[in-house]
């Protein structure tokens, strides 16, 4: 077995804040996550959760990656988006065009995420959270597909996207041209290795898909961290 997507992590300036947002978008329960952060568990087919480590770091640029939430009518959009800026999100312009029928917003701490209009067939089949998506290589996309075992449900054009074989949201890359990095990513991923499992065979296995080790400057207590072909950080947890 490989490892599974334990989570989905936000460096958070107010932790506690930014997960009581998030969990009053997602309708998810908010849970302590020692040693000093907390973490929301998934309320639907998710699969991971997410978590949110303090960080001093300021956000810088956008994201690579963001939440893209659906809808089952304008309606519901029109609720989820009221929703959101009840709870202090806000508007944001990264490009959009006056006639794409999804809204940007940001969270309290800047991080952008999309509200994605009905009849999306993409997304169609998808939960709330209907992606994870990344700005991203058609070569890490593939990295992804091996390191999870999930398998590719887009390659087109550069375009990538995967799956759980156990459903949830698709994580999905847009190939380039890709933004530049700005300093560490402010989300990550964070790996849980097989149960009884072997964190340092697990580290070399994705070493072997393209993976790099890295050091974050944070200590690496109770995990592994590492960075993705596009450059990435992510981290391998403790087996469970």
Not at 84 to 98: C, K, S, Y
Request: charged share 25%; net charge negative; glycine share 10%.
């Amino acid at each position: 077995m490989t490892s599974q997507l334990f989570a989905v992590c936000f460096d958070a300036s107010r932790p506690l804040r930014l997960a009581q947002f998030w969990s009053g978008v997602l309708g998810w329960e908010l849970a302590d996550d020692p040693p000093d952060g907390v973490a929301l568990l998934p309320s639907d087919d998710t699969g991971f959760r997410i978590r949110f480590p303090p960080s001093r770091e300021q956000k810088i640029g956008q994201n690579r990656m963001h939440f893209d939430l659906t809808s089952t009518s304008l309606k519901d959009q029109r609720q989820t988006v009221a929703r959101a800026l009840g709870l202090g999100a806000r508007h944001i312009d990264v490009g959009q065009r006056p006639e794409d029928g999804h809204v940007v917003l940001a969270d309290p701490e800047g991080n952008e995420f999309c509200v994605i209009e009905p009849g999306n067939s993409f997304l169609a089949d998808c939960g709330f959270i209907g992606a994870l998506a990344c700005d991203g290589s058609q070569e890490v996309g593939y990295f992804w597909s091996e390191a999870l075992e999930w398998p590719l449900v887009w390659d087109q054009d550069q375009e990538t996207a995967i799956r759980s074989p156990h459903g949830g949201p698709k994580i999905t890359w847009g190939g380039p041209p890709l933004m530049p990095k700005t300093g560490k990513n402010r989300l990550h991923f964070d790996l849980a290795p097989p149960v009884h499992g072997d964190r340092q065979a697990e580290a070399e296995r994705l070493l072997s898909l393209g993976a790099t080790r890295i050091d974050t400057g944070q200590g690496e207590v109770g995990r592994v961290a590492m960075a993705d072909p596009d450059g990435n950080e992510f981290c391998v947890l403790k087996p469970r």
